[in-house]
């Protein structure tokens, strides 16, 4: 019974931020826009009504209050008027409002010239920026369910923000540049990914900001228990009831607002703004509340009240006599609107406001990008592992398991299950690595799609099965067994996982269905033998598409630059090679490079002397008219004493060379493709491939290769911590993979490196030092084995046991790359000692510990 595990923090955590961003990021981003459009409203509003918020100033002066007062009432007789708003500055016009109509939340106002006295037009589309404040501050509901709703995405802005902060927060943190900066140079999902995460960290401040100040406002226990406190007394429950109106009385021969206006003015010779509110009855008080010139911000007011008869002042309140949580009670909506820290505050707001249709774009890209990278093959395989209905006589299901490292026997698995259920087969579709010998005994058939790793390795993903099923006493006399086995035969151990397995199979009493079928890389002809063979299970013939047996055509790739890395070492000179192409290419880090190379023309001379036939004769190969000495180029030499008749003889006997595959050292946004190759030499010479690349193809010549996609040594999706082992030309798929997590700003990485010596064997060690200056290494192993004191990439692990532990525990994922003899086996070893054995195979399990060694 496997043990359930609890999924990591983070994970959790990434969770959360992708379902509220794609839940609630869609009225996140409206807020946004409505809230980018009313930080200047006022702003707008005067550029789209010249003339009547603002006019010339004049010589003259300007109109006295009572003057206004009355050349708006001259406008709407017999309405009472509630409220001047007056300004210091000789440009503004006054705003003169009026008692609200019942039932209406607001009444209406004029504006008149502060010179004339002459009434302006009414401001055109105020209505629609009220519509505007209306959607921002409850979505157009009822008050009460507006609020609420507000609140909850107020809330829903705060978890992105601290969610998103606690997601990209890098191992050291103290390096402004990880947090702040942004590369230009990204394309694709690192560009969206980067810009999301960079951008959320611009906006971070003015998104806690805006979501404390909205669940402030939202939430009456909130705002009660911030205004207790801060000193104020709690809202009397009658405050939140529907008051009966007052009956609005006309003035009954107020007395003059001149008085007033000059006792104000002596008191404040420094306002900035003033709002005087008019008593119900002659006989009342002048409510003035005012903003000084130097005041802190737009909410700072200070309150007058003056006898309506002659201005005596009756009562003055000051901004600064209030308490430290009345003042700080004010600055709520400067904060929010950004007014507190002046027109940068509010440029600030603004940008930040608009930025939130911005997150849910990108965060739905990069949402829908994951999907679609994953659509093809989750599709075939939730078709393929569903359960299909067994039609009559179907029979007992077959099993079909596949072991795979790359992706490819997964998907041959896929596409035979499909062609045994399309003849009416039941099929139980199952990864090794979700299987257990024991299953085996209940299946009358079982059939192995079996990938072989390395020399001659079980896949990272089959060794508990493959260690299991040699393990304990097992009978499966009653099981018919067959396997498809996928190798590579420059390889000494060609097929040689497939091969153990159908030897194991054979030894516990299965009974082999057909004799094992190897497939020299996707070899055509061996894998229509295996479905010809599942034919005779009953598999629908011809249903195996050219995409599971055929690969990807090759395409041109000019050698643009070649650089010896190592020169004086002790080690084979180390090559970095940068091929660009005119065709569209996309990659991703951990995959891989087929490159196809051909013989020198001196080995051609050689063996066309000894063979004694003329390589200008014109043969037919491959379909292709051309020189035998072309034909000879791409294909296995045969041996020189081989006696051809002629030269369409040899011709028909040759077989092309399989392509080398490297790993690709670069990611697609460094504008070209790079590879680090070793020089191989031999006692024939220079090994074909890499001779080919790093001496004989001049700068400029063109390569042919083709991409090959290595699923298994893809990186993780998220951003946990990833640990790089390696040694040698393995740098390869460790530079790419760091690459990548830099420009997408994911900081929490380890490079575990090893090479000869130090002096001449720092592969990458300029770009390793940036990385480590950036904060994005926050751990970095370099060990040299041919140094004063060596050392090796294992003998470092153990040492640094502790360390890794932590990491693995933190989700960290493992990816190692380099030779598979020595350095991978010891790595191996090694994990298995500090982790213990079971603790290493749960990350093979997990897809934690991911490899790509030659």
Not at 25 to 43: Q, R, S
Not at 338 to 359: E, T
Request: proline residues 6%; aromatic residues 8%.
């Amino acid at each position: 019974m496997s043990r359930w595990r609890l999924p990591s923090l983070r994970a959790v955590w990434f969770q959360l931020h992708w379902f509220v961003g794609i839940t609630a990021g869609t009225l996140l981003a409206v807020i946004g826009l409505t809230g980018a459009i009313m930080a200047f409203e006022d702003e707008l509003l005067d550029v789209l009504n010249p003339g009547v918020m603002t006019v010339d100033a004049e010589a003259r002066l300007r109109l006295q209050p009572e003057q206004l007062l009355q050349a708006a009432q001259r406008v709407r007789p017999g309405e009472r008027v509630v409220s001047i708003v007056l300004e210091a500055d000789p440009r503004s016009t006054a705003l003169v409002r009026f008692a609200a109509p019942p039932g209406e939340r607001r009444g209406p106002d004029v504006r008149v010239h502060p010179y004339s006295g002459a009434v302006l037009p009414a401001l055109r589309f105020e209505a629609a920026f009220n519509w505007v404040e209306e959607l921002h501050r409850w979505l157009l509901l009822p008050r009460a369910p507006g609020r609420l709703v507000l609140g909850i995405l107020a809330l829903c802005l705060l978890g992105l923000a601290l969610s998103g902060l606690y997601l990209r927060w890098p191992r050291k943190p103290a390096s402004w540049r990880t947090w702040l900066t942004f590369n230009t140079s990204l394309r694709g999902r690192s560009f969206l990914w980067a810009l999301h995460a960079i951008a959320g960290t611009w906006a971070l401040v003015a998104y806690l900001i805006v979501g404390g100040t909205g669940i402030y406002w939202s939430f009456d226990v909130v705002r009660d228990t911030v205004q207790g406190w801060a000193g104020n007394e709690r809202r009397a429950a009658t405050e939140t009831k529907v008051q009966p109106r007052k009956r609005a009385l006309k003035p009954d021969g107020p007395a003059a607002l001149d008085p007033a206006w000059n006792t104000f003015l002596a008191h404040a010779p420094n306002w900035a703004s003033a709002t005087i509110r008019l008593p119900e009855r002659g006989s009342g008080a002048y409510q003035l509340t005012w903003i000084a010139q130097d005041g802190p911000h737009e909410r700072a007011r200070n309150r007058m009240s003056l006898r309506a008869s002659d201005g005596a002042l009756l009562k003055n309140e000051p901004y600064g006599a209030q308490t430290v949580g009345q003042r700080a009670l004010t600055t709520i909506r400067p904060l929010h609107t950004g007014s507190y820290f002046g027109l940068p505050g509010r440029v600030i707001m603004m940008l930040a406001s608009l930025a939130l249709p911005g997150f849910a774009i990108t965060g739905w890209l990069l949402y829908l990008g994951r999907r679609r990278q994953q659509r093809a093959l989750a599709r075939e395989r939730a078709m393929a592992m569903t359960e299909q209905p067994t039609t009559p006589g179907a029979g007992a299901p077959i099993l079909l398991a596949f072991a795979t490292q790359g992706g490819q026997a997964e998907r041959i698995a896929l596409h035979s299950a499909a062609a045994l259920r399309a003849g009416g087969r039941a099929v139980d579709l199952r990864a090794v690595s979700a299987l257990s010998p024991g299953e085996l005994a209940g299946y009358d058939h079982a059939l192995f799609v079996a990938a072989t790793f390395g020399d001659g390795e079980a896949p990272d993903a089959a060794r508990r099965f493959t260690r299991e099923l040699h393990a304990g006493p097992l009978m499966l006399a009653g099981c018919k067994y067959a396997v498809l086995a996928l190798g590579d035969r420059n390889y000494a151990r060609y097929c040689g996982y497939g091969i153990a397995l159908d030897e194991r199979l054979g030894a516990l009493g299965a009974t082999a269905l057909f004799p094992r079928i190897d497939v020299d890389q996707g070899d055509a002809a061996a894998l229509g033998r295996w479905m010809h063979a599942l034919g005779t299970l009953g598999a629908a013939a011809g249903t195996l598409p050219a995409a599971a047996n055929d690969a990807a055509p090759m395409t041109d790739w000019r050698l643009v630059a070649r650089t010896h890395l190592n020169p004086g070492s002790l080690g084979a000179p180390l090559y970095e090679i940068v091929l660009q192409t005119t065709s569209d290419q996309q990659w991703q880090a951990g995959d891989l490079l087929d490159v196809a190379a051909c013989h020198t023309a001196a080995t051609l001379y050689a063996w066309l002397a000894a063979s004694g036939l003329d390589g200008a004769a014109r043969v037919t190969w491959q379909g292709e008219p051309q020189p035998l000495r072309d034909a000879l180029a791409w294909s296995e030499l045969p041996g020189a004493g081989h006696p051809f008749a002629s030269a369409q003889e040899c011709a028909d006997a040759l077989k092309p060379l399989a392509p080398r595959r490297y790993s690709i050292a670069g990611i697609p946004q460094d504008g070209a493709l790079t590879l680090l190759v070793r020089q191989q030499r031999h006692e024939q010479g220079m090994g074909l491939a890499s001779g080919w690349l790093t001496a004989h193809l001049a700068v400029g010549g063109m390569v042919r290769a083709r991409l090959a996609t290595n699923p298994g040594f893809h990186g993780p999706q998220d951003a946990r911590p990833c640990i790089y082992i390696g040694n040698g030309s393995g740098m390869a798929g460790l530079r790419a993979h760091l690459r990548s997590r830099v420009l997408a700003g994911q900081h929490r990485n380890w490079l575990l490196f090893g090479e000869r010596q130090r002096a001449f064997d720092s592969l990458c060690a300029g770009e390793i030092a940036a990385w480590r200056a950036a904060g994005a290494l926050p751990e970095c192993d370099l060990v040299f084995s041919r140094d004063d004191a060596p050392e090796y990439v294992q003998d470092r692990l153990r040492a640094r046991a502790d360390t890794l532990r932590d990491w693995v525990e933190h989700d960290a994922v493992i990816h190692v790359c380099g030779s598979l003899q020595g350095m991978a086996g010891e790595v191996d070893a090694a994990l298995a000692t500090i982790l213990g054995e079971a603790g290493r195979d749960r990350l093979i399990d997990e897809g934690r510990y991911r490899r790509d060694v030659y």
